[in-house]
């Protein structure tokens, strides 16, 4: 009789299912393979988690159709990894392996273009050993050559690899130069695929030189040590003996990429593989050239922004092993890299890491998870550490690593904090742009250099409302306020896209007395160019960038010093090193500071640390200015004097109190359903079978309404569950779904988050 296997296929189940293996495919179907099989009337695309020691016997099982792949798709700790994300976060098997899964897209050879970049050895250099090629020409001629030959050194060590188009642009010389320095040694030139939302942005990172100060050196010494310390090697199989996890906590500027270079090159002159996450894709671009800078050849950039040809080629270049340094935003996690040494995870505390659709796993936690399976070292970086990671290596579960000062011993900037409530004493003018603001943005303009504007709100105002009957015009699918923007004349709900004209009476009261509330980044750019009329003046936010290229060129136009003042929403805050900003102003900095979750604190302060750090990179000193009506608070406070230890142990302190994480596990189960009575009684359902887990340790709010009680045309209930064991947590969460399936509770009315990191 045929043999049988454990399929995973991606349907929204948490079982497994038997198929049987046709002698045929017998030595194809391994854990870790790619099969098709029949599934009710069509075929499916599953992934072998076992092969059964027994046979099919009498049972009738279908067989499995094809085995495409001539060897598993995904290796062995993979599967391992993949199991254990299914079951840690409750999410059906099947869709948690499609996730890891490349597309199934035939590869066709996508556009290439040059990519330009300095060689490692001349980085550092104070000029490029080039000579020009006219050696009998005029002196002049002679000097303009090595002029020019300056500026492509100059952009190149600035901004890292780019373009061989951009590159040109930005020095200023012409292709054939360019061309011509390759050939003479002093460049580096390759093919590169031009990927569809591709940027070429200036990012956060400092330029790799050949000379690291003393705590860049302190810290990659001791990863180097854990290093060489680690099994795995060329010649030993990886384990968990090598595992460890650090915490790189350095200031903004203060040369964290130089560091995770230097350990991705030791890690690959170990004879093991590198993977680095970083949490947005235009991080994912510039961290990837500047790789493949480093490491000529052997570096694979994995990204949503990637055609499925493309992703598809980089995904089966990885798992041949032709790619031994995998650059990603969350997804690259799963990457089929084999004996992994290094993984990365760069702006560790940033929430695009955690995944909002099934399977809803953390990028940050599975990537030390992913360590732990392979033997590696885990190194998490971030110049605002999660409370969580901060916690770890203060009580010893992670190692600490700190950059205390910028390169080359720059100052932060100074933050001044702008109390709102008096500039209206003083003013009566209750605009977005208080006087002190408006003052410091002048005296740029006069002095030549940019300003940074944030706030971080779309649109024109954050929504309309009556005088007379004091209701806010809502949106008809959520239980939110539209926000108006002015531009497109439109109301715009920013959750499922509904839109409307402003009316012009009052749909309850048929009042004429609609007021707009607030102050967006399109009535900030209003305003500015009132006060500025001569002032170049851009916005950048979703509504101006709506597509990459459009992104790509107002960042590239600030970098190019073409826009004086720049308004932004949090897309502007971190991850650009501008050397022409020499003031940063934050307006509404206390926006987020009401909603009703407990990391909004947390969230303040990170976005104004991480906007701070956008001025004063350069040779000139910065500035930053923060509007509040809410001085006092201890986020802005904290943040002003940029004093992040003071700020853990005080928001640590409120954690404790009032048991949430890292003192508590805390998962999130959501009922939603189009008709309120359904969604009531599958709560109330619910709420009585939770209701005697607390006897058991478990602490179980609700259910209540959601604090957006209606999404998308559902109404919403949640439960918020906390226990000071992940493991009895997850327990009562594996029976809480089993009491649903007999209750008869469909699967889509039941949205489940373990370790949520939105509580909206």
């Given at each position: 009789?045929?043999g049988t296997?454990?399929?995973?296929l991606?349907?929204?189940l948490?079982?497994t299912?038997?198929?049987s293996?046709?002698?045929?495919l017998?030595e194809?179907v ?6 098709i099989?029949p599934?009710g009337n ?9 092969r059964n020691?027994r ?6 099982l279908?067989d ?7 060897v598993p798709?995904?290796?062995p700790?993979l599967?391992?990894l993949?199991?254990?994300?299914a ?8 869709e948690t392996?499609r996730a890891?899964?490349?597309p ?11 990519i ?5 050895e001349?980085?550092?250099s104070p000029h490029?050993?080039?000579?020009s090629?006219?050696?009998t ?8 050559e090595?002029?020019?030959q ?9 901004r890292?690899?780019?373009p061989l188009t951009?590159l040109?642009?930005?020095a ?5 130069l ?5 050939q003479?040694?002093g ?23 050949n000379?690291l100060?003393?705590?860049?050196q302190?810290a990659f010494?001791e ?6 310390a680690?099994?795995g090697?060329?010649?030993?199989p990886?384990?968990?003996a090598g595992?460890?996890?650090?915490l790189l906590y350095g200031?903004?500027?203060?040369g ?8 991705v090159?030791e890690?690959l002159?170990?004879g093991?593989a ?7 894709i ?6 990837g050239?500047l790789c493949?800078a480093?490491?000529?050849e ?5 990204h949503?922004g990637l055609s499925?040809?493309e992703?598809?080629?980089e995904w ?10 995998v650059?990603?935003?969350?997804s690259a996690?799963?990457?089929?890299l084999?004996?992994v040494?290094?993984?990365?995870v760069?702006e560790e505390?940033?929430?695009s890491y955690?995944q909002?659709?099934?399977?809803r796993y953390?990028?940050?936690?599975v ?5 732990k399976?392979?033997?590696a070292?885990?190194?998490l970086g971030?110049a605002?550490?999660?409370?969580e990671?901060?916690?770890h290596a203060?009580t ?7 950059l205390?000062?910028r390169?080359?011993?720059r ?9 709102l409530r008096e ?5 009566h003018?209750p605009?977005p742009v208080?006087e002190r603001?408006?003052?410091?943005i ?6 030549g250099t940019q300003s940074?504007?944030?706030?971080n709100?779309?649109g024109?105002?954050w ?6 009957c004091?209701?806010a015009?809502l949106?008809?699918?959520c239980s939110?306020?539209l926000?108006?923007?002015?531009r ?9 896209g ?10 309850k009261c ?5 007021y707009f509330?607030?102050a967006?980044?399109?009535?900030l ?7 500025f009329?001569?002032a170049r003046?851009?916005?950048l936010d979703?509504d101006t ?7 790509e060129?107002v960042?590239?136009a600030?970098a190019d010093?073409?826009i ?7 897309m502007?805050a971190k991850?650009?090193?501008f050397?022409g ?5 934050v307006?509404s900095a206390d926006a987020q500071?009401g909603f009703p ?5 947390e969230?303040t302060f990170?976005l104004?640390?991480?906007?701070a ?5 350069g040779?000139l000193p910065?500035?930053?200015?923060v509007e509040?009506h809410y001085?006092?608070h201890y986020?802005i ?7 992040y230890p003071?700020?853990?142990?005080k928001?640590l ?5 009032m048991?949430?994480?890292p003192?508590?596990?805390?998962a999130l189960?959501l ?5 309120l ?8 359902q ?5 209701q005697p ?13 959601a ?5 998308k045309?559902?109404?919403r ?6 226990s ?6 997850n327990g009562i969460l594996?029976e809480?779904?089993a009491?649903?399936?007999r209750?008869k ?5 039941l949205?489940?988050d373990?370790d949520?990191?939105?509580?909206l």
């Open positions: 009789m045929a296997c454990e399929v995973a991606p349907v929204p948490r079982n299912f038997t198929y293996v046709p002698d045929a017998e194809r391994v854990p870790g393979a790619r099969v099989v599934f069509r075929k499916a695309i599953g992934v072998v988690l076992e020691s046979n099919a016997g009498t049972q009738k279908k499995i159709a094809q085995a495409p792949d001539p798709a995904l290796p700790k599967v391992e993949g199991s254990w994300v079951g840690y976060y409750l999410a059906p098997v099947g392996f890891m899964l490349p199934a897209a035939a590869w066709r050879a996508p556009r290439m273009q040059k330009v970049a300095l060689r490692a001349e980085i550092s490029l050993p080039l000579q090629s006219a050696a020409a005029p002196q002049k001629m002679r000097a303009a090595q002029q020019k300056e500026s492509v050194r100059r952009v190149l060590a600035e890292g690899p780019l951009q040109t642009k930005l200023g010389v012409s292709r054939k360019v061309e011509r320095l390759a003479q040694g460049l580096q030139l390759w093919d590169e695929p031009v990927e569809p939302n591709e940027s070429v942005l200036d990012t956060d990172f400092v330029p790799p030189s000379i100060n003393d705590e860049q302190r010494s990863i180097k040590n854990w290093l060489a680690a099994p090697g060329q010649d030993e990886a384990g968990p595992f460890r996890v650090a200031v903004t500027g203060s964290k990429t130089e560091v995770y270079l230097r350990a090159a890690t002159a170990r093991r590198a993977l680095i996450l970083v949490p947005e235009a991080l994912t671009l510039r961290i050239r493949r480093l490491f000529r052997g570096v694979a950039v994995l949503s499925d040809q992703r598809a080629r089966w270049s990885v798992r041949r092993g032709e790619a031994r340094v650059v990603g935003t969350r996690v799963f990457a089929p084999q004996n040494g290094l993984v990365i760069d505390q940033e929430s955690k909002e659709e099934t399977p953390h990028g940050r936690d990537a030390i998870l992913r360590a399976l392979e033997g070292v885990a190194l971030s605002t550490p999660s409370l990671s901060f916690h203060r010893g579960k992670y190692q600490l690593l700190r205390d000062a390169i080359a011993n100052p932060l900037a100074p933050v001044e904090i702008v109390d500039d209206f004493r003083q003013t003018r605009g208080s603001l408006r003052a410091a002048s005296q740029r303009l006069s002095g940074l504007v944030l706030v709100r779309r024109y105002s929504f309309a409302l009556c005088r007379s004091g209701a015009i949106c008809e699918n939110i306020a926000a108006y923007h002015r497109r004349e439109r109301l715009l709900c920013h959750y499922c509904f839109s409307r004209r402003p009316p012009k009476t009052c749909p048929s009042s004429e007395h609609i509330v607030g967006g980044a399109e009535q750019e209003e305003r500015l160019r009132a006060l009329p001569s003046i851009a916005r979703r960038a709506r597509s990459r290229r459009a992104f060129q960042l590239e600030f010093r073409e004086d003042i720049l308004v932004g929403t949090q502007v991850g650009h090193d050397h900003v020499t003031l940063v102003g307006v500071l979750d407990f990391r909004a604190a969230r990170q104004l640390t991480q906007v750090g956008r001025a004063g990179r040779d910065g500035e930053v200015l509040t001085p006092e986020a406070q904290l943040a002003a004097r940029q004093d003071s700020f853990f142990e928001e302190h409120f954690r404790r109190l048991h949430y994480p003192f508590t596990s805390l189960l009922v939603r359903d189009p008709k009575e359904q969604a009531i009684r599958w709560s109330r619910l709420g009585e079978f939770l887990m607390e006897s058991r340790g478990i602490r179980v709010l609700g259910p209540a309404a604090p957006l009680a209606r999404l045309r559902e109404y209930f949640q439960f918020l569950l906390k000071p064991r992940r493991a009895l947590l594996a809480c779904l009491f649903s399936e209750k509770i469909p699967g889509r009315a949205w489940l373990v949520p990191v939105n509580l």
